[in-house]
């Protein structure tokens, strides 16, 4: 964790990085400041959506329809960056994410609907869900939450941040932060030198370390219910 701030404390002092005359977590979480670049259409590349799956609009707003099951990529990798977006749900019980790392052969993989095999996903639900899983408590919803998983799929691999899933495979956040369906959520992703890092609304809540592989395509996920995203920008780091 030393290590952590001296790093955070140099970054700081770097002015090609950090505006001098904003505070750094406003500079980092809200993505204001040098090298910040928004995504837009050109930036991402069909994986297994439909032609109407993702709708890009001029004014950074990115809806999707959630069907079918699948994902949109970046066009580029990327290694260690940060990421910022604001998303939210149009039906109660919406299920989406971002991917980070994701494994370039496990998209080639994808000839139909489903999601890649390999990355680490950053988790996008809806508070609706939990209530519509357990279904009149035929199931138990303790191996998720609804603020903020973390956590590798696949043939990825990542060593979670406490609190730990009860299979010892997702970070769960620390803190329930995430709204409701219809209002606005805002994420900010830090992945560097393999360790993942989210903050939900303002505070770090999840994460992990350890990821292999750590560079990889960014992914946006259609999984069964309309999303949308605004404000997707990113910013590479050494």
Same mark, same amino acid.
Request: glycine share 12%; net charge negative; with cysteine.
């Given at each position: 964790?030393?290590? *952590?701030?001296?790093?955070?404390?140099?970054?700081? @002092?770097? /002015?090609?990085?950090? &505006?001098? !005359?904003?505070?750094?977590?406003?500079?980092?979480?809200?993505?204001?400041?040098?090298?910040?670049?928004?995504?837009?259409?050109?930036?991402?590349?069909?994986?297994?959506?439909?032609?109407?799956? *993702?709708?890009?609009? !001029?004014?950074?707003?990115?809806?999707?329809?959630?069907?079918?099951?699948?994902?949109? =990529?970046?066009?580029?990798?990327?290694?260690?960056?940060? &990421?910022?977006?604001?998303? =939210?749900?149009?039906?109660?019980?919406?299920? +989406?994410?971002?991917?980070? *790392?994701?494994?370039?052969?496990?998209?080639?993989? @994808?000839?139909?609907?489903?999601?890649?095999?390999?990355?680490?996903?950053?988790?996008? &639900?809806? &508070?609706?869900?939990?209530?519509?899983?357990? !279904?009149?408590? %035929?199931?138990?919803?303790?191996?998720?939450?609804?603020?903020?998983?973390?956590?590798?799929?696949?043939?990825? %691999?990542?060593?979670?941040?406490? /609190?730990?899933?009860?299979? #010892?495979? =997702? +970070?769960?956040?620390?803190?329930? @932060?995430?709204?409701?369906?219809?209002?606005?959520?805002?994420?900010?992703?830090?992945?560097?030198?393999?360790?993942?890092?989210?903050?939900?609304?303002?505070?770090?809540?999840? #994460?992990?370390?350890?990821?292999? /592989?750590?560079? #990889?395509?960014?992914?946006?996920? +259609?999984?069964?219910? /309309?999303?949308?995203?605004?404000?997707?920008?990113? =910013?590479?780091?050494?």
């Amino acid at each position: 964790m030393k290590t *952590w701030f001296m790093f955070v404390a140099t970054v700081a @002092l770097i /002015p090609s990085l950090v &505006l001098a !005359d904003e505070p750094v977590s406003k500079a980092f979480i809200n993505g204001e400041g040098p090298g910040w670049v928004a995504l837009g259409k050109d930036d991402f590349v069909k994986v297994n959506s439909n032609d109407d799956t *993702w709708t890009f609009n !001029d004014n950074g707003l990115i809806e999707c329809t959630g069907k079918p099951v699948s994902v949109t =990529r970046s066009a580029k990798q990327y290694t260690n960056f940060e &990421l910022v977006c604001q998303w =939210r749900h149009l039906k109660s019980a919406g299920n +989406s994410g971002l991917f980070v *790392w994701t494994i370039p052969e496990k998209l080639d993989e @994808l000839k139909g609907p489903g999601l890649p095999g390999g990355g680490i996903e950053v988790q996008v &639900l809806d &508070l609706g869900y939990t209530a519509a899983y357990e !279904d009149g408590g %035929k199931h138990k919803a303790d191996w998720f939450t609804c603020h903020g998983d973390v956590f590798p799929v696949g043939v990825s %691999k990542m060593t979670p941040f406490p /609190p730990v899933s009860p299979n #010892g495979q =997702r +970070s769960f956040p620390s803190k329930n @932060l995430s709204k409701g369906v219809g209002e606005w959520n805002h994420y900010y992703v830090r992945a560097i030198n393999g360790e993942v890092r989210l903050w939900v609304n303002g505070e770090e809540v999840s #994460g992990g370390k350890d990821c292999q /592989p750590a560079t #990889g395509y960014l992914c946006l996920e +259609s999984e069964g219910s /309309p999303v949308e995203f605004r404000g997707l920008k990113i =910013r590479e780091l050494p």
